[in-house]
């Protein structure tokens, strides 16, 4: 059943485990996410950037392939449609309106007054509708960055100030994570993250899962992240079998097959990553 996120990140939150954020590209990709946590009986947000809701066809068509997905495989299990930095109040908006239970809205470019007030008026538009809100303070770097010099960590301060001020549901801040693989080691501000959770009663979050070494993923959920978001190690582990597939066999060229053979890799990535996060 679709549902938003409050529920399962409360949970997490208290019981020190971090719930998954697996980012969507596809009608595979949402078939196989679904179907391993499923089989798992663990709560899985299913994030979605604007870019591959463009690529999907909108909002309206993901809603409609997710609550249909839902029926037809049996899931039982409670599941989160989220925007993934959302980078206005009108693209939350077209993704609330279309079904989404939860929506990211990233303001982190912006100075910390700019990013209250559109935090605050996705929150207002979003909690009137049963819809949850997730903000970030600081800047979470990209692949491209470096690690050392392209994250501005999020201050204790900043944190407190966004939260008063709009009343979200969760927060993103950012304590040296980066989106993509990493260049370098990563280097996780621990004590920062700690007081922030110790200090807020919402749940943090902790963007650029993919490539940081498991022994931080554990401290990282020890000092209160309760939702880690995934995507580049679930397309590279996809890409890879499928490259491999093609190289074996030449000749094949229906669709189902090519990237079908990428399902059991992600799968196994899947399972990886919800014993890590200690979901289960």
């Known amino acids: ?15 020190h485990y971090a719930v998954p954020h697996f980012n969507i590209n596809d009608l595979e990709w949402t078939k196989y996410i679904l179907e391993k946590c499923n089989e798992l009986k663990v709560p899985v947000i299913l994030g979605v950037s604007e870019g591959a809701a463009k690529y999907m066809g909108g909002f309206n ?83 491209e960055d470096n690690v050392t010099s392209s994250v501005l960590n999020a201050t204790l301060e900043d944190c407190q ?16 994570s980066v989106h993509g693989f ?16 110790d200090t807020l009663p919402i749940p943090l979050v902790l963007h650029g899962g993919s490539g940081i070494p498991d022994d931080k993923i554990t401290k990282a959920i020890e000092c209160g992240i309760a939702k880690i978001n995934v995507n580049t190690e679930l397309q590279y582990s996809w890409s890879q079998a499928v490259r491999e597939f093609l190289n074996n066999d ?8 090519v990237i079908g053979s990428g399902e059991k890799a ?8 919800v014993r890590l996060f200690k979901t289960r």
């Open 266 to 273: 992600m799968k196994e990535n899947i399972e990886k990553k």
């Open 61 to 143: 068509t993901i809603t409609g392939m997710v609550k249909g997905l839902i029926k037809d495989l049996n899931i039982e299990i409670p599941v989160c449609l989220h925007v993934d930095h959302g980078q206005s109040f009108e693209t939350c908006k077209k993704a609330i309106d279309a079904g989404f239970t939860s929506v990211m809205i990233d303001g982190s470019k912006y100075e910390l007054k700019e990013n209250i007030r559109i935090t605050k008026e996705v929150v207002e538009y979003a909690h009137e509708r049963g819809v949850t809100v997730e903000a970030e303070v600081g800047h979470i770097g990209g692949s």
């Open 1 to 15: 059943m679709l549902v938003n996120s409050k529920k399962m990140l409360l949970d997490a939150k208290e019981n």
């Open 161 to 176: 100030i966004l939260y008063e001020n709009t009343g979200i549901d969760s927060l993103a801040p950012a304590l040296g």
């Open 182 to 197: 990493y260049k370098g080691e990563p280097n996780l501000d621990f004590e920062t993250m700690k007081k922030i959770n």
């Open 250 to 257: 030449s000749k094949s060229y229906d669709p189902r097959k």
